[in-house]
Structures are given as C-alpha cells and as structure tokens.
C-alpha cells in the first residue's frame, strides 16, 4: 500500500469515526426522546408521585430540581464571582494566588460522590440540618465553584485593556472601573458559564443523595412563607430531585409503571439539559458577533 | 493598567476572603474525609495491608466466629478493570474524533462533532445508567450470555462517558500546536496521515495523556451510573460478563444500612478517602506529564 | 458605588440569620384545648418510608397543627439519628439490638408491623418446596445445579441484597439459620431483584411479600407456604418486624403519631395496602434474639 493509498483509507476511517460519534449521540438522544416524551403530559409533570400504585408524576421533584438549581446557582456567584474578580484583578503571584488555583483544581476533579459524603458529614450531621435543600444546594457549590470561578476569571480577562485604562485615566478609581466597566463587558461570558454549570447542577445526583436526600414530604403550593415546614419555599425541608428520583424509583421498584415514570423523567431531564445547552450556545454565538461586528 | 499601592483596601479584603473560602473548603474536605476515613486503621486498628490487599470481606461478623475482615481489594480492582477499559475503548474513538475535528473537516468539526460530544458531556450520568439498565443489560444478556450485569455493561457505559474529555483535551493540545510543524511537513512532501502520524501525533502526545489520565479520573470517580449496571458482585472477575462491584458501588449501596463510627461504616470512608487520593494523584501525574512535555 | 458589597453583606447575614433557625428536633406540644401542635422528625428506612409517609399524611389531614417530615437514609441511619437525639423517630427494620454501633438500652421499641419474606425461583424452575437445608445448601453453594433438589438440567444463579439490608439480615437469620451466603450478584433494591431472577434462568433469591407479583416463582419451605395466615400463627419463620424507635419513652406530638400508627385506622387499612402483616394480628411473638412466644 503506497502513501497515497493509506492517506485515502486514513481519511475514510477518519470520517467513519466522526460519523459513529455523531450517530451514537443522535442514537442515545432519539432514544431518549421517543420514549420518555410519550409519556410527558401536564399530568406528568405536575402530580405528585406514586409509593406503590400507577400512574404517579413528578411534580415535586421537578419543583426541587428548579428550587435546588436557583438556590446553589445564588451561593455559587457570590462566592465564586469574587473569587474570580480577585484571580483576574488583584492577585499577585505568590502563596495565595497558587493555593487558590491548587484549591480549584483539587475541587474539580473530586468525584462527586465524595462531595456528597462530605456534605453528609458537614452540611447535614455537624449543623444539624437533617436531609435538606440547603445540605444539597451548598453540595452542589462545591462541584460547581470551579467551574465558575474560572469562567469568571477567564470572562475579565477578556475584557479589553484599553477600556480599563481609559476609564482610570478618567479618574475612576480600580473598584469603579471594575464595576462599571469591566464586569458588563464581561457579563455574557459569565452568564453562559452559569448556564453551564446550571445543566450540571440540574443532572447531578450523587452528591445528593445523602445531602438533600431521597425523599420529598408533601408541599403545599399556595404556602409562600418560607418558614412553614411544609411550604414548598423552605430551605430546611428533605427534597428529591428529578435525577435523584430516577434513581430511587429504580432502587425501590415498587411501583408497576417503572418504566414509564423512569424513561419519562429521564427525557424531562435530558430536554432541561438540551435547553440549557443551546441557549448557552445561542448566547456565546451572539457575544461572538457582538464582539467582532462592533 | 493596575494601580500601585492600592493595598489591602476594603474591597480587595473581601474578594480575598471569597478567593479564601475556597481555600478553606477544599483543606476542609480533606481533612474531614482523612479523619473518617483513617479511623478504621486509627482506632480500628486494622492495618492498611488488610484493606488494601485483601479479598476476605465480613465487615459485621461477631468476634466469637474470628471478628471482622474488610478486605477491601475486589472493590479496588473492579474500579480499576471498568476505568481502564472504559479509556481503553473511548480513547482511540476519542482521538480520531479529535484528529478529525482539527485536522480532517474542521467546519464539520466546529459545526457538528464538537457540539455533539458537548452535549454527550452535558446528559447526566443518571440519565447513563438508566439507559445502561434499560437497553444495554438486555441487549448484553439477550446477545453475549449471563446475567446482562457485567463488567462489559459497565465500562461500555463508561467509555461513552469519557469520551467528551478525551476528546476536548486532545483537540485542543492538537490545536495548539504551532502551525509551521504542519507546513514543514507538507514542504517535506509527506500525505496528511503520515503528517498526522509522525508529525502532529507525537507532538501532542503529552496532551493526548493528559486527556487520558483525565478521562480514567472521571471514570473512576462515576458512581450511579456504573452502580446501576455492572451486578455490584464482590468478586474478581474471571470475564467480561462477570458482575463486578467497586468502591464508589460499595459506597453507594452500604452507606445506608451502616451506622456512624462502627468499623463498617469507617470502611466506607476509607474507600472514599481512597477515591479522593486518586483524584489527587491523577492531578499530580497531568502536572508532571505537561511539565516533562514531549520527553514521554 | 458599593452595591455589590452592601449585597455581600446582606447576604451573609441572611445566610447566618436562616441557618440559625434550620434543624430539627420536636418542639413540645402546647396543650391548648387538646389542639396537637408540634413537628416530629422521623429517619430510617426506606423500606418503611412509604408506610409512615402515608401515615403521616393522614395524621396531619386531622391535625392541622402538626408538622411530620419522614426522611429515608436507611436503617443504620435512622437509629444512630435517633440515638443521638437528632430525630424524634428512628425507622428500622431490624432490632436495634442486632446494629453494630449501636446502644440499644436507652431506646425504646415500637412495632409497627410485620414483613413476610419469600424464597423466590425463576418461572422457568419445576421446583416449588424445597427444605431448610436444600436452601441452606444453594445459597451457601454446595448445591450448584437445580437437578440436584429435583429440578431441570439449570445451573443455579443467586442474587442477594446487599449486606446490611433488613432483607437480607432477615432472610440470613430465619430462612438459612445465619449460614454465611456465597458470593454473589448483590442488586440494591428489590425491584431490581425481582426482575433479574425473572429474566435469569435458573435464579433464585427472595423478596418481601409485598413484591410478589406473579412473574416470580414463589418457594414453600419445608412444605410451608409463606403466606399471611402461616405467619400470623408462626408456622413460617422467615419474617421480620419494622420498627419505630424513640430515645426514651415518647411524648406530646411523637407519642399520639405512635399510637396512631398501631391504631386500627392504620392498621386495617395502610399497612395490608402495602402488602405488610398488621402486628395487632400477630398471634406470636419474637424477641431480638429469635426466641419465639405466643401473645
């Protein structure tokens, strides 16, 4: 077999390859699809669901998945949003700038089960919180923090210098300039770096599962006083998320109608994820002609 | 562009603190989870040797019929076995991916492969292993034999799982090569899989590796995914279709039943306290494959 | 100018204000006109959770004023919780006395009801009794193919729960008499169980009486069938009671909820609809040890 020959069957080889990888995400996501979106109906999505009887929804859990997304999204940029600030605008090189980037690094290779073992440990025995959204949410900071203090930091540092600089020649002090400058510019990279991290948040469940646990009491929608043990709002209640429930519904099969409510939450989730997906795309894609049509 | 002597204004203060707590949450992690999971050795006083290189596991059995063994070696190879092979099979499709997405069609890479091995990273790892329960055990019972709970559903689920960060890291170290390396080679007359092959492969390799050692920290750290597909049987496989168990399996599954501060329990924390070593020295050995670069 | 930082500080303060009045632990009833009033916090077992959730849900209907969360997390969690002061109501569904780690002699037992366990075989098995010691046999492996106890030319496949799983402790002590099980599949959850011993030929493991649905083989033992009647009289021994612990004797909110889970409301109604054994039907009784006496 000459250069060429091999060059060609290189080439075809190539393509096939790229060709499986597409048809095996097209495969999964059609599969995925088709039988979970029969049985996605408003009924489904908004009932609550079934111990041991057919026909349960997953209204609760979707409420959680939505509740816990919000929640840990909030703690995660305000401390994650600061952190990169500080990375991008005032580090200096030196012992705390290294140990901060050693810390993120460490943060986001650690699996994600041994996050939710320290969460058990931490946020649900030691502050005597019990199985609860606020055990979760702060759970799923620590999976995501590195992803966000990153993004944050990259996003600033993409911010031109001669914006920086004018606005300090016209007197603005650092802080100014960082607020009123930099961070609007660098806004839409951050955003899409929260989507993101939104999508992982949405999906996650084993670091759940021994922080915001496995169950759900019954909510009462109509109950806004986040104080109330059974108010859907309150930060201090057991809740199963949508990726948990699967799990669980799986683990306990009990009910007659495994299938559907297991193939069902799964498309739910993977739609939820897709959304986020593109509109992160969509986002980056205008930030991108923004940028370069100015 | 930054001003001197802004010193430790207020607003710096608080950044650092963010920046701080960060800091102060990973030293915490693993201070936490090494005081638990090295209490079986401390105040158990079993020894590491057992734990590591043992098979005999009777974490509950009474000292009168010879007391506890948490020998903890089935869990660690079945971690090993699903990993390795689960990289063994994502890697060459990964890289081919990555060569073709880069070298070979580069707008059909931009504009098709990449977002699709984006959205493979994006659908979560439940959402794997319900389809790996669902679809993929039949199929491996129905077709190859057993009970369809193996080590084969495993790490096939598994590799599908790697394959985005295998793929991603390549790409890019192979993007970031410097360009003349290609024309050189064109200049030279070569075709562009000998280019491919002799030239721009080994020039990333570092970068492939790191990709690699990335995907086998990832795989070694799933936990549902794997739990809900491969039989969780204490054994050492003989086959591909042996079930199989690991550690993170084994934490998933006992966690419940054990009580905290009894020996099973710390055994528990243990393995958890290994997964996060690992993870640990899968970063140190990236570190040290960029820093020797091309020297592999 | 400072907005960001006012936010910051706002925000922390709130998180240490909420974080403040997070937690559990019962508030004493106030004894108002009879009116209950309180919250009770009960962790455990899943197995059970169902039960007590359904339970708690009617409670709460009645008395608007209570406040009840059941929580999962397992047997081994519910009783160090409950130990440890942190919840007001531990489930389990094994002794307390049987968990390692645990100090049984400052909880106090209440039994709720009864859950039978079954042997069950693939459809595909011609073996429907099989006696105590065949069983000890197959599942420690000395019996490997079922045409050794009568059965077709299969090999024998056993699937397990995991250790440490109620089921499996049950199944260990009463059906195999503590004889140590060989290696095998171990799945999590019944549900997984059942299917795997459906589609296995030749497979064998065993499941509560609430999970048997027909597409598995149900196997007598020593000639007698696990039904409801022959564990009501004691005459099949493989079976288990759940429990609800509480650290001391139980008063106000937790002790009206004990009761009313052994009152006939739930009784007659939840706990058959779960497919468990009403313990207020129980004509034997049975101590941690396995010693058993009539009621």
């Known amino acids: 077999m000459n250069a060429r020959t091999a060059d060609r069957v290189a080439t075809a080889l190539f393509w096939l390859g790229a060709i499986l990888l597409v048809a095996l995400l097209g495969g999964l996501l059609g599969y995925i699809v088709y039988h979970g979106g029969r049985h996605i109906t408003w009924d489904f999505l908004t009932s609550p669901p079934e111990t041991i009887r057919a026909g349960g929804g997953i209204g609760p859990q979707l409420f959680n998945s939505l509740y816990l997304l919000i929640l840990s999204m909030a703690i995660t940029v305000l401390i994650g949003l600061p952190a990169g600030i500080f990375l991008a605008e005032y580090a200096r090189p030196g012992l705390v700038t290294e140990a901060v980037r050693f810390s993120i690094e460490t943060l986001s290779s650690l699996p994600s089960i041994v996050v939710g073992l320290f969460g058990l440990l931490v946020f649900v025995v030691l502050t005597g919180w019990g199985y609860s959204l606020m055990a979760g949410a702060l759970a799923l900071t620590v999976i995501n923090l590195p992803l966000i203090v990153r993004v944050s930091e990259e996003a600033i540092r993409s911010v031109p210098h001669d914006l920086r600089e004018g606005s300090l020649a ?105 959304g986020f997906n593109l509109g992160a795309r969509w986002l980056g894609r205008r930030i991108h002609r923004r940028l370069t049509a100015a | 562009m930054r001003r001197s002597g802004s010193g430790l204004s207020w607003e710096r203060g608080l950044l650092l603190a963010c920046a701080g707590l960060v800091i102060v949450l990973t030293v915490s992690i693993i201070v936490f989870i090494s005081t638990k999971g090295l209490a079986t050795f401390l105040v158990n006083r079993v020894s590491p040797a057992e734990f590591l290189l043992s098979t005999e596991w009777a974490p509950d059995r009474p000292a009168e019929q010879g007391g506890p063994r948490v020998g903890g070696l089935p869990y660690i190879l079945g971690s090993v076995a699903v990993s390795v092979l689960a990289v063994m099979v994502a890697t060459p499709l990964g890289l081919s991916g990555a060569v073709f997405a880069v070298e070979v069609a580069p707008r059909w890479g931009q504009r098709v492969l990449q977002p699709a091995l984006e959205m493979l990273a994006g659908i979560p790892s439940v959402v794997y292993g319900w389809m790996g329960l669902t ?48 024309e050189a080679a064109y200049a030279l007359g070569s075709t562009r899989w000998q280019t491919i092959r002799r030239v721009l492969l080994p020039a990333a390799r570092s970068g492939i590796i790191a990709g690699v050692v990335l995907g086998l920290a990832r795989a070694f750290g799933e936990a549902l995914a794997v739990q809900m597909v491969i039989g969780n049987t204490r054994k050492i496989p003989t086959s591909l279709l042996d079930p199989v168990t690991t550690l993170t399996s084994a934490i998933t599954m006992d966690m419940p039943y054990t009580v905290m501060g009894s020996l099973w329990n710390n055994v528990l924390w243990s393995m958890a306290l290994l997964l996060l070593l690992m993870s640990c020295g899968f970063i140190v050995a990236i570190k040290l494959i960029a820093r020797r670069g091309v020297k592999l | 100018m400072s907005r960001l930082a006012a936010a910051l500080v706002l925000a922390a303060a709130l998180a240490l204000a909420v974080s403040g009045c997070g937690g559990g632990g019962a508030t004493q009833p106030e004894e108002k006109g009879k009116v209950l009033k309180g919250t009770i916090t009960a962790v455990g077992s899943t197995a059970m959770q169902p039960l007590v959730e359904r339970a708690a849900h009617r409670f709460m209907q009645a008395h608007p004023e209570v406040q009840i969360s059941v929580q999962g997390g397992g047997s081994g969690t519910g009783l160090s919780q409950v130990a440890a002061g942190a919840c007001d109501i531990g489930n389990s569904d094994v002794f307390a006395e049987e968990k390692e780690g645990i100090d049984a002699s400052q909880l106090v037992d209440h039994k709720v009801c009864v859950v039978g366990m079954a042997a069950v075989v693939n459809p595909g098995v011609t073996v ?132 009313y889970m052994l009152s006939a409301e739930v009784q007659t109604t939840l706990v058959p609809e779960m497919g468990y054994i009403p313990v207020t039907e129980m004509k034997v009784e049975r101590d941690w040890k396995g010693n058993v006496t009539p009621r």
């Open chain 1, 170 to 274: 016209l007197g603005a002090s650092q802080w100014q300039t960082i607020w009123k400058v930099v961070m609007p510019c660098a806004f839409p990279g951050i955003l899409t770096g929260v989507i993101i991290a939104a999508g992982r948040v949405f999906g996650e469940a084993a670091a759940l599962l021994y922080t915001a646990g496995m169950s759900s009491p019954r909510l009462h929608f109509g109950l806004w006083n986040p104080a109330h043990p059974s108010s859907p709002l309150n930060p201090f209640r057991p809740a199963e998320t949508l990726a948990v429930h699967i799990w669980k519904v799986n683990a306990e099969g009990l009910i007659p109608d495994l299938r559907r409510v297991g193939d069902g939450a799964a498309a739910v989730l993977v739609l939820v994820v897709l």
């Open chain 3, 128 to 259: 429907d009794n099989l006696t105590r010691q065949q069983l000890i046999d197959i599942f420690t492996g000395r019996i490997t193919n079922w045409k050794e106890v009568g059965g077709p030319d299969v090999k024998v496949v056993v699937v397990n729960r995991p250790k440490g799983s109620g089921s499996r402790a049950t199944f260990k002590k009463y059906a195999l008499g503590g004889a140590e099980e060989v290696q095998s599949i171990e799945e999590d959850s019944s549900g997984a169980v059942r299917r795997i011993i459906r589609d296995t030929p030749g497979a064998i493991g065993y499941l509560a009486l609430s999970y048997l649905d027909g597409s598995v083989k149900v196997i007598s033992l020593d000639g007698v069938a696990p039904t409801k009647e022959n564990i009501v009289t004691g005459r099949y021994p493989v079976w288990a009671y759940q429990h609800m612990y509480t650290k001391g004797q139980p008063s106000g909110v937790t002790k009206a909820f004990i009761e």
């Open chain 2, 135 to 182: 679809v993929l055990v039949p199929f491996v019972r129905e077709h190859a034999g057993g009970l369809g709970f193996s080590l084969l559903a495993g790490f096939l689920v598994l590799s599908v799982m790697v394959l985005p960060t295998i793929f991603t890291v390549s790409a890019d170290s192979l993007r970031a090569l410097p360009p003349d390396l290609k």
